[in-house]
């Protein structure tokens, strides 16, 4: 087989025949942290080790389990010297989704269809910043057909950079994991934001309420919120505002039912808003304390946590009523209750498990993870992918997806085990269609598409 050919990933002639219906489908992509200032100025990133090197951890960690110093990774080292150092560890990647990634972007953005190494790495480099010199952020969302990108954002940032930029909807998403335990910096923030004096929990969860509320008009139809377990303390107002008030000096099984406290309201807010919420847990942050003092947060210093106690994310699923909670999808980094957690989404209504995310960002974790959404839950529910990336290249990711979604199915169809025809629709609705469903809660989606 010729090296990333047109077939790869694909085992069947089903498959192949099925990604040719999915290969062109617009992208929604619902969570990401891209910088909507980048795409607002229509930046133009002219430097190939720019585009991969500045922001994106999943490299930054495999350089440094390959041994390349930190000079060349997160340090002041030139970009064309960060590439070099990239390209020389590319050989020892096999089997890793960066393999996949590098050399689906190298083909897909720049015509380039040869293995990177140390030996092709400075012509493949001058190749590329030679096409980048052309190509601008709205060119490499175009390329990839993205109609909506929703980016991670703090409840007191300002979105003033979010809005429509050519055929692309920049909305914001509510991301208000500062406040489950704020600190008088957050609370600051947060007043200054809402136009407000912060002295109580009551007034915190007025102002998240505002802010809320000016999200959706700039385009909000989604949450976000990053957490290592499920909240398991369950209280009263008047116990969580003397929490509140104390919230310096709280043990962890106070800081745990104050979390749970705040984020109960707020999934019950975004029921009335018609907003959906994502839930991403077991993930334990800056494990590597001295690091941290260096590279600060997001530099690949996060880990795998424990696996989520199902029962956790029952209890907390039962202590919001039916009519009171919003769709929810569940992304857990730690996928061994992946099974069990899908049970549950069937007791729950509109309750989905994610796609499987960053350190499943994998062949085996995304087959492991589609297998688990057929059998123990609805795979024709799924909202399909999302790139969780910081770096304009990064929608490779929704290909590599889709690949290994057609094949998945296409084994089906092969082995006469599903119908044709129904997989063709059932690949659009994962692809985009579902994910559709959910973007058109936004405003300036609707807009985008010519909708009142």
């Not at 617009?26 to 002219?46: F, K, Q, T, V």
């Not at 989704?97 to 990177?116: A, D, G, M, R």
Request: one cysteine or more; glycine letters at 6%; charged letters at 25%.
């Amino acid at each position: 087989m010729k090296f990333f050919d047109d077939n790869v990933l694909l085992c069947s002639r089903a498959a192949e025949k099925l990604y040719n219906e999915a290969k062109d489908c617009p992208i929604i992509d619902y969570h990401c942290h891209l910088d909507p200032r980048a795409i607002a100025e229509n930046d133009r990133i002219n430097d190939i080790g720019r585009l991969w090197l500045e922001a994106d951890h999943y490299k930054w960690r495999a350089m440094r389990l390959c041994g390349v110093d930190e000079y060349y990774i997160t340090g002041d080292a030139p970009y064309k010297v960060k590439f070099m150092k990239y390209a020389e560890i590319m050989p020892m990647l096999c089997g890793n989704p960066l393999y996949y990634f590098t050399h689906f972007e190298l083909k897909q953005i720049f015509n380039i269809t040869e293995p990177l190494c140390a030996d092709t790495a400075e012509k493949i480099y001058e190749k590329a910043n030679d096409i980048l010199s052309s190509l601008t952020v709205s060119d490499l969302l175009e390329k990839y057909n993205v109609s909506l990108v929703a980016t991670t954002d703090d409840p007191a940032d300002s979105l003033k950079y979010h809005g429509i930029y050519g055929k692309t909807a920049v909305s914001p998403t509510f991301r208000p994991d500062r406040y489950y335990c704020p600190d008088d910096d957050a609370l600051t923030d947060l007043g200054r934001a809402a136009g407000s004096e912060i002295k109580t929990l009551p007034d915190m969860l007025k102002a998240l309420s505002e802010r809320l509320d000016f999200f959706i008009s700039k385009g909000c139809f989604m949450s976000d919120h990053g957490f290592e377990r499920f909240p398991t303390e369950f209280i009263s107002a008047d116990e969580a505002n003397a929490l509140f008030l104390q919230r310096k000096s709280l043990c962890e099984k106070q800081k745990n039912a104050l979390f749970g406290y705040i984020l109960r309201y707020l999934l019950v807010e975004y029921n009335k808003r018609g907003m959906t919420a994502q839930l991403h847990f077991s993930v334990r942050r800056n494990v590597n304390s001295e690091m941290f003092s260096v590279t600060g947060k997001d530099s690949g210093f996060d880990v795998i946590g424990s696996p989520e106690d199902p029962a956790a994310a029952e209890r907390f699923l039962n202590s919001i009523p039916d009519k009171d909670r919003p769709p929810v999808i569940l992304y857990a980094l730690n996928d061994e209750p992946v099974k069990a957690l899908a049970s549950i989404c069937g007791a729950f209504r509109g309750v989905r498990i994610g796609a499987a995310w960053w350190f499943n960002d994998t062949v085996s974790g995304i087959r492991r993870n589609l297998d688990i959404i057929s059998e123990y839950s609805v795979l024709g529910t799924s909202p399909g992918m999302l790139t969780d990336s910081r770096s304009f290249a990064g929608y490779s990711r929704f290909d590599f997806f889709r690949r290994i979604l057609c094949n998945h199915v296409g084994d089906l169809v092969s082995k006469g085990e599903y119908d044709e025809d129904a997989a063709k629709e059932l690949i659009y609705g994962i692809c985009f269609k579902n994910a559709e469903k959910l973007a058109e809660q936004s405003i300036l989606y609707r807009k985008l598409k010519g909708e009142k």
